[in-house]
C-alpha cells in the first residue's frame, strides 16, 4: 500500500489529494441529502413519457434562457458528479440520474424512462417515495 501511496504522491500533491478526498465526502454527503430532497418532491408521474412537461412555459422569453442556461449548467455538474461517484463514495447512478433530468437534449425522457424503469433504480426510489408517504413513481407501458 505504502509503494502505490509513494507512486501517486509523486505525481499528484499531498495538498491536492487531501482536496479530492474532502471534496469527494462534501459530496457523498451532499447527495445523501439532496437525492432524497428531489425525487421525493417530483410528481409520481414525472418519468411517464406520455405527460407533456413544459419548464417555465409562461415566463418571458429572456427569463426562460437564463434559467435553460443556469439548469443545463446545473444538469451538467450533476452528470458529471454522478460519473465520478461510479468511482468515488456517492449514489452515482441517481445523481447522474437528476443531472440528465436537469439537462436539455433530444430523447432525454425516453433515456430517463430507461433509467429509473431499471428494476433496482425503481425499486430504491419508489422505497425513498414511501418513506415520505408519496406515491410511487409511475412510467409509460412498454410499446
Known amino acids: 500500500m505504502d509503494a502505490i501511496l509513494a507512486?501517486?504522491?509523486?505525481?499528484v500533491p499531498v495538498q491536492i489529494l487531501v482536496?479530492?478526498?474532502?471534496?469527494?465526502?462534501?459530496?457523498?454527503i451532499g447527495t445523501l441529502i439532496a437525492i432524497p430532497f428531489i425525487m421525493v418532491r417530483l410528481p409520481s408521474d414525472y418519468f411517464d413519457t406520455r405527460v407533456p412537461r413544459h419548464?417555465?412555459?409562461d415566463h418571458h422569453p429572456v427569463l426562460?434562457?437564463?434559467?435553460?442556461i443556469v439548469k443545463n449548467a446545473v444538469g451538467a455538474i450533476f452528470l458529471?458528479?454522478?460519473?465520478?461517484?461510479?468511482?468515488?463514495?456517492?449514489q452515482g447512478i441517481l445523481t447522474m440520474l437528476i443531472g440528465i433530468?436537469?439537462?436539455?437534449?433530444?430523447?432525454?425522457r425516453e433515456i430517463e424512462?430507461?433509467?429509473v424503469g431499471q428494476p433496482t433504480v425503481l425499486q430504491a426510489l419508489n422505497a425513498m417515495r414511501a418513506k415520505f408517504e408519496k406515491p410511487p413513481l409511475t412510467?409509460?407501458?412498454d410499446p
Open 7 to 11: 507512486t501517486v504522491t509523486q505525481y
Open 19 to 28: 482536496w479530492l478526498t474532502v471534496g469527494s465526502l462534501i459530496g457523498f
Open 55 to 57: 419548464w417555465m412555459k
Open 64 to 68: 426562460r434562457l437564463i434559467g435553460l
Open 80 to 90: 458529471l458528479a454522478g460519473f465520478a461517484m461510479l468511482f468515488l463514495p456517492g
Open 101 to 108: 433530468s436537469l439537462l436539455d437534449f433530444p430523447r432525454k
Open 113 to 115: 424512462a430507461k433509467i
Open 139 to 141: 412510467l409509460s407501458p
